[in-house]
């Protein structure tokens, strides 16, 4: 699977990518030509609804929608997602996420280590992801996109 950058106006596409285990950065305040030396870099695929910032680098692909449901359906034709990687990426942060025993969260979280033995944890936000209700409606969601 190949990785991707996101570009400045992709905040919301970015953060559904991780979610469906796409290796996808967002630029942090970071000029055009930052950016690109970083697609470079990591041998990034870039996304953009910028024509001239696409015209810019051969890997790059333009976004024809500016409905992100629209061009996560885009990236997923052409690269057509694993169900298996699925959230074991950090939203925020697009880090690998570790599976962890849930007794580790402490206990403002009884209520989630009394459902689940294992969850998922983020060493860079050192935030837990588990799959409690919210986790079904964006599953279904995420079949609406892809397949809708
Ligand atoms: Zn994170």
């Known amino acids: 699977m190949p990785r991707f950058m996101a570009d400045h106006m992709l905040g919301k596409t970015c953060k559904w990518m991780r979610i469906i285990g796409y290796d996808t950065l967002y630029p942090e305040c970071k000029s055009d030509t930052e950016i690109l030396d970083k697609c470079i870099l990591d041998d990034r695929i870039l996304l953009t609804r910028d024509y001239e910032f696409y015209k810019r680098y051969d890997k790059s692909i333009f976004l024809d929608s500016p409905d992100f449901k629209l061009q996560l359906k885009q990236i997923a034709k052409q690269f057509p997602p694993d169900r298996k990687l699925f959230f074991s990426r950090c939203p925020l942060c697009n880090n690998l996420l570790d599976e962890v025993d ?10 989630v280590m009394s459902r689940f033995s294992r ?30």
């Open 102 to 111: 849930s007794r580790l969260m402490g206990p403002e979280f009884k209520d």
């Open 119 to 148: 969850v998922k944890y983020c060493t860079h936000c050192h935030k837990y992801y588990w799959n409690g209700s919210h986790y079904d409606k964006i599953l279904t969601e995420i079949h609406a996109v892809l397949e809708g």
